[in-house]
């Protein structure tokens, strides 16, 4: 079974509205991380977060991580076109404190449009 | 920012034989760097963790006579898929990992990936 949950899988959102995506795990999360991925390409690092409650900024793009350190949300505000692609939230699911290896989503599909 | 890099970034091979991905973290060291792959629709896999200096630790179900890595230095992976099959064709990602700050917290930078086309 998946250990992290995003969802939505795919969303499509009118450009300017605001949008938000989840990352949801049944164990403690050791440092989550948000990446942005462009079909067939590298991830591109947008915030990692590690202490309960915490919440981080840039930008446009919110990501907060809850008191319980197992649900993540990332939100979008006034979505512009260079937001689409793919987002994919990745942690350590394990007790090595965000040094191992990380388990990913499978990814949540983000279409912005005009 | 902390850059890694990933050669080739596209390989078409034929079966039977082997093809090496190389990843490098071009302006830091990293003593643990991390294999992925990816599958269509499915996400990141962690394949294996490769630390400089001894040998890589695989996740289960990852043949390590298959997928051989060598943390050959402080800023060099290499993944080499041995005897490569049509089902080995992917989308291959390597990760750096950084420590800093006090208290010590861990970021991972990824490299743009291999894609790997076994006919």
């Known amino acids: 079974s998946q250990e992290l949950e995003q969802s939505p899988q795919s969303l499509i959102v009118q450009e300017g509205k605001n949008l938000t995506i989840n990352c949801t795990s049944s164990?403690?999360?050791?440092?989550l991380y948000w990446y942005k991925q462009k079909y067939g390409e590298g991830l591109i690092f947008l915030m990692m977060?590690?202490?309960?409650?915490e919440e981080k900024s840039h930008e446009k793009i919110t990501a907060k991580l809850d008191e319980k350190k197992q649900q993540s949300s990332l939100h979008i505000t006034a979505s512009q076109p260079s937001h689409a692609g793919i987002y994919l939230c990745?942690?350590?699911?394990?007790?090595?404190?965000?040094?191992?290896?990380?388990?990913f989503g499978k990814g949540t599909h983000l279409i912005i449009q005009p | 920012g902390a850059v890694v890099s990933q050669h080739p970034s596209r390989v078409i091979c034929k079966s039977g034989t082997s093809v090496k991905i190389e990843c490098r973290s071009l302006d830091f060291q990293a003593t643990t760097m991390f294999w992925y792959r990816q599958f269509p629709k499915k996400s990141l896999m962690l394949m294996a963790t490769?630390?400089?200096?001894?040998?890589?630790?695989?996740e289960q179900g990852v043949e390590k006579d298959k997928f051989l890595i060598n943390h050959a230095s402080l800023t060099l992976s290499t993944l080499t898929v041995t005897s490569a099959h049509p089902e080995d064709s992917s989308f291959y990602i390597c990760s750096a990992r950084v420590g800093q700050g006090i208290p010590l917290s861990y970021e991972q930078y990824f490299g743009p990936g291999t894609r790997l086309t076994v006919t």
């Open positions: 490769s630390n400089e200096g001894s040998k890589a630790t695989y």
């Open positions: 164990k403690t999360l050791y440092g």
């Open positions: 990745g942690a350590d699911i394990g007790s090595g404190g965000g040094a191992d290896g990380l388990t």
């Open positions: 977060l590690q202490k309960g409650g």
